[in-house]
């Protein structure tokens, strides 16, 4: 039974450009929440989603970031025109939802900016 | 050991110490905290969690305390081990659902052979 997955493990990308950040949820977790970490600091939510909806996104920047929980496919983080301040490890967790909501981190992906 | 700027609290202890990990909550009504562990380049793994009708809980080599009186939580290692060498997150929730959580800061910990 795979963890949740999270792809790339590691993306650079130059200035403008856009970013795309993957997350596979555990099997049979119908929910799935994206937080940001910043070099020693602690985990920042960002959104909550479940399938096709998107439940909570108050802690998503007001402009170039969205997200997506498709019927079918993993979960999409996009952040574009990235600038530098956008460099952060960006994490994935999933629950099973119905009352148990204890978390599920994937080992994140390392946004570089460039 | 004390927070200064960005810099993390820092505990470093012997293999085979107890190590006791603190963390100050803010808000009176969470009913539910939990403690998480990273590992360098890894996600937060669960550790423990506990919810506020107890004040203690026990799980593998580790405890967790709440005094609910001066919001305080803490984690207990026993016997710590250079594998629990990470960074120790506390959470709460902060909202309606479990899973939007609030993170502390974190706490370094280093264990020596």
């Known amino acids: 039974n795979a963890g949740v997955m999270q792809n790339p493990r590691h993306l650079v990308r130059r200035r403008g450009q856009e970013a795309r950040l993957r997350c596979s949820p555990m099997?049979?977790?119908?929910?799935v929440y994206w937080y940001r970490q910043l070099p020693e600091e602690g985990l920042k939510f960002m959104v909550y989603?479940?399938?096709?909806?998107?439940?909570?996104e108050s802690g998503m920047p007001k402009e170039r970031f969205s997200a997506e929980f498709p019927k079918e496919g993993p979960s999409i983080l996009r952040i574009q025109q990235v600038v530098r301040g956008d460099s952060a490890a960006y994490f994935c967790?999933?629950?099973?939802?119905?009352?148990?909501?204890?978390?599920?981190f994937g080992s994140g992906t390392q946004l570089s900016v460039l | 050991g004390e927070s200064v700027g960005l810099h993390l609290p820092t505990l470093s202890v012997q293999e085979g110490d107890n190590s006791i990990i603190n963390c100050a909550y803010s808000n009176s009504a969470s009913d539910y905290f939990i403690w998480y562990k990273q590992e360098s380049g890894k996600g937060p793994q669960f550790i423990i969690d506990i919810r506020s009708n107890m004040d203690k809980r026990q799980g593998q080599r580790v405890t967790v305390l709440l005094n609910k009186t001066v919001k305080h939580l803490s984690l207990q290692i026993a016997a710590t081990q250079p594998g629990d060498s990470a960074v120790y997150f506390c959470?709460?929730?902060?909202?309606?659902?479990?899973?939007?959580?609030?993170f502390g800061q974190g706490t370094i910990l280093t264990v020596h052979p």
């Open positions: 967790a999933s629950s099973p939802g119905f009352g148990n909501e204890k978390l599920f």
């Open positions: 989603l479940q399938k096709e909806n998107i439940i909570d």
């Open positions: 099997k049979g977790h119908s929910h």
């Open positions: 959470a709460e929730p902060a909202g309606t659902s479990y899973g939007k959580l609030t």
